[in-house]
C-alpha cells in the first residue's frame, strides 16, 4: 500500500524551493506550481502580473516513514525569510509570497507550533507574515520550469541566487544512512550525567582531537584514546 503524503508550500521562487527539497532523502518528487488563486489553470505569465492570487508552490511527495512534515516545515522556514512580505531577496511581488497550505488540522498545528517557536527565539525582534491556509488546489507549472536547477545552472540566477541557497542548506542538513559513522571534533562533546535508571543506554561516540590537545577520559564514560597512524 502507497502511503506516501503531499505538503505543499510557497517560499518565494519555486526554482529555489525545488532545488533544495529534491536533496533529501524520504522526498520522492519536488513539482513546481500555483497555489492560493482563484484563476483556473493559471499561467506563469498570469501568475506574474499578480491579478490571479496565486503563489509559486511546489507540492512535495514524501514517505513519511523517511521523512517528517515536521522535519519539512523546518527546512522549509530555514531556508527562505519568513519575515518580507511577499518577498523574497529581489523576487518582489505577492506570488513570491510564504505560505504553508496545510491538509489537515494537525499539518495547521505543527506550522503554528513551529511559528511559535521561532518567534521565541530566530525571530523573536521580527514578524513572521507566512501564510497558513487550507489546501485547496495546485496547478503543476510548465514543464520548462520543472528541475529548473539542474538543467540550467549555468544561468545567472541560478549561479548567483539559487546556489548559494542550496549550498548553505547541504552545510547545515547533513543526511545519515544506516551503517554510516559521525566523528566529532572533541571540543563538542559534552558529559552528561549518570544513569540512575533501569534503562540502559549503551552509546558509541567517535570523536577526535587536534594534534597536540590533552585527552580527558572522564569520570563516567569509557573513554579510550586511540592513535591515528601519521603518514
Known amino acids: 500500500m502507497n502511503g506516501n503524503k503531499q505538503a505543499y508550500f510557497a517560499g518565494g521562487c519555486f526554482w529555489c524551493t525545488e532545488a533544495i527539497y529534491k536533496k533529501l532523502h524520504g522526498v520522492i518528487n519536488v513539482t513546481p506550481g500555483y497555489s492560493g488563486g482563484s484563476l483556473t489553470n493559471p499561467t506563469y505569465k498570469e501568475v506574474c502580473t499578480g491579478n490571479t492570487g496565486h503563489a509559486e508552490s511546489i507540492k512535495i511527495d514524501y514517505d513519511p516513514e523517511l521523512i517528517s512534515f515536521e522535519l519539512l516545515v523546518e527546512i522549509f522556514f530555514s531556508t527562505h525569510d519568513p519575515t518580507t512580505l511577499n518577498r523574497q531577496g529581489n523576487d518582489v511581488g505577492s506570488h513570491y509570497r510564504s505560505a504553508i497550505f496545510f491538509n489537515d488540522l494537525n499539518e495547521k498545528n ?105 585527552f580527558i577520559s572522564g569520570n563516567n564514560a569509557r573513554r579510550m584514546f586511540i592513535k591515528l597512524m601519521e603518514k
Open 110 to 214: 505543527i506550522a503554528q507550533a513551529h511559528v511559535k517557536k521561532l518567534l521565541n527565539g530566530t525571530y523573536k525582534s521580527a514578524k513572521i507574515v507566512t501564510e497558513l491556509k487550507e489546501f485547496e488546489i495546485f496547478y503543476e507549472a510548465e514543464d520548462y520550469h520543472k528541475n529548473y536547477f539542474e538543467l540550467n545552472k549555468v544561468q545567472p540566477y541560478c549561479h548567483i541566487v539559487i546556489l548559494p541557497k542550496v549550498e548553505k542548506f547541504k552545510k547545515t542538513y547533513v543526511e545519515f544512512n544506516k551503517g554510516d559513522l559521525l566523528v566529532l571534533n572533541g571540543n563538542c562533546i559534552h558529559g552528561s550525567s549518570a544513569n540512575h535508571s533501569n534503562n540502559s543506554r549503551p552509546l558509541l561516540s567517535v570523536s577526535y582531537i587536534s594534534k597536540g590537545e590533552k
